[in-house]
């Protein structure tokens, strides 16, 4: 049983999960679906241009500027938090300090970075929603995001929840290299928006 | 005279080929501006994490002169590459970015960045062994982590503010206060 | 094998990394072909120098 009793040994809750948004979304990815859900987001996205966020960004350039400066701040400061714990993990740094400690504190930054990235985002993306419904690229980097949250709050914290010893230490590069990578597509799909759109 | 001095050496890298080739090319300065961008990420995240270290933020069981040491490479390989890739923005673009009033202003933060920087580990290197288990560095390390945090802020605000033409001497002719921000050249014809 | 065990967070964190890596794999090195595709159509050869949106 484990400490949190939560998952009984004999559960496979996660896993089945795991398995059951992976059929969602190759359905929802190789079918008319996308396309049918797409078409329907667009009354959404022009109704974000006139929310106040999205007014307050299309009137005020010096707002969008500087909001667009702390969501890069906030990106920083995920950034950190995630290379951080990403390389305690894979053995990089801080080897000498117990796992448990540097994962713990990472988080925590992590959140407050994932937070302030998700409201400055979320003004930005309302003020210039009517161009980026258009740009395949946004719509990569919100299923990065997506993926990276679920993965962060659903499979790496749950399975850190275990001392470091008893995780198959395979599983726990994988892990850590696949964060990596998924947080860099995540700001380097964000930044190419930028590009597209011009 | 400053102001001259400025714009002919920009007028002289506008003028090399590469420079132009740079500019217009959409892959190459994408990338470069991509990478400048992103290796912020490395650069500002390792500071951030030490600085809120000495202010008792993050990781407050780990000691200090740890912290410092350990993410001190990875910030440095970040801050070099952000300076390359920094230089070669500079120079597709050398004309408008040096008459911008964010860029000069971003000039003189780096500078400060680089004095608080410098302070910081001087006073860290003389002082770590007594305090370095604390939860908190003392006031002098902390004031230095508040400055970084606030300078090097200022700076990433000043960086994505040059993007944006509001005081751009192209623009501006009849403006005077905007001229004078920009150090823009009388009769100028290269912008 | 050591003591590590393969419960249900085990199994779920390897097999949604290998997914989340195969299809970030997948996506770039598929903007790394368009993107060569692009320059190949754009001047008949792979020149970074250039813009291939301008003609």
Redesign the interface.
């Known amino acids: 049983m484990s400490a949190l009793g939560s998952t009984s040994s004999t559960s496979y809750g996660k896993t089945i999960t795991v398995a059951v948004l992976l059929f969602i979304l190759l359905t929802f990815s190789f079918t008319d679906l996308r396309y049918q859900t797409w078409l329907r987001l667009y009354e959404f996205f022009l109704w974000l241009e006139t929310t106040p966020f999205g007014v307050i960004g299309k009137t005020w350039g010096a707002v969008f500027a500087v909001v667009e400066a702390i969501h890069l701040l906030a990106m920083a400061l995920l950034g950190g938090a995630v290379i951080v714990g990403d390389a305690r993990l894979l053995g990089w740094l801080f080897i000498d300090v117990p796992a448990r400690e540097i994962l713990d504190k990472a988080h925590k930054v992590f959140v407050v970075g994932l937070t302030v990235v998700l409201i400055t985002g979320i003004f930005m993306a309302c003020g210039v929603a009517g161009k980026i419904y258009w740009l395949p690229v946004f719509w990569y980097k919100m299923l990065a995001l997506a993926t990276g949250i679920f993965f962060v709050f659903f499979i790496r914290r749950p399975l850190l929840r275990h001392p470091l010893e008893e995780i198959h230490p395979r599983v726990t590069k994988l892990i850590a290299i696949s964060s990596m990578l998924l947080w860099f597509t995540v700001a380097a799909t964000g930044r190419w928006i930028g590009f597209a759109g011009s | 005279m400053i102001n001259e001095l400025i714009y002919d050496f920009a007028i002289w890298l506008d003028d090399s080929a590469w420079s132009t080739?740079?500019h217009?090319?959409?892959?190459?300065y994408?990338w470069v501006?991509?990478i400048h961008?992103?290796t912020?990420?490395?650069?500002?995240?390792?500071l951030?994490?030490i600085d809120?270290r000495m202010l008792g933020?993050?990781?407050?069981?780990?000691p200090a002169s740890?912290i410092a040491r350990?993410?001190n490479m990875?910030m440095l390989i970040g801050f070099a590459i952000m300076f390359i890739t920094g230089i070669l923005l500079f120079y597709a673009v050398p004309v408008r970015t040096s008459q911008s009033v964010w860029f000069r202003v971003k000039m003189i933060l780096l500078v400060a960045c680089a004095v608080n920087a410098y302070l910081f580990h001087r006073r860290m290197n003389e002082s770590v062994s007594s305090w370095d288990h604390d939860t908190k560095a003392p006031d002098r390390i902390r004031f230095g982590a508040i400055f970084s945090l606030g300078f090097w802020?200022l700076v990433?605000?000043c960086?994505?503010?040059v993007?944006?033409d509001?005081f751009d001497c192209e623009y501006t002719d009849s403006d005077n206060f905007s001229q004078l921000l920009s150090g823009c050249i009388a009769g100028q014809e290269r912008f | 094998m050591n003591d590590s065990k393969w419960d249900d967070r085990t199994i779920a964190a390897a097999s949604s990394s290998v997914i989340i890596l195969g299809a970030l794999l997948y996506y770039w090195v598929g903007e790394g072909q368009s993107m060569l595709e692009l320059l190949e159509l754009a001047y008949g050869s792979v020149k970074f120098f250039n813009n291939p949106l301008v003609f």
């Open positions: 080739l740079l217009e090319s959409y892959y190459m994408n501006e991509s961008v992103l912020l990420v490395v650069c500002l995240g390792m951030f994490m809120l933020y993050a990781l407050p069981n780990v740890n350990r993410l990875p802020s990433v605000i960086g994505r503010l993007a944006y509001w």
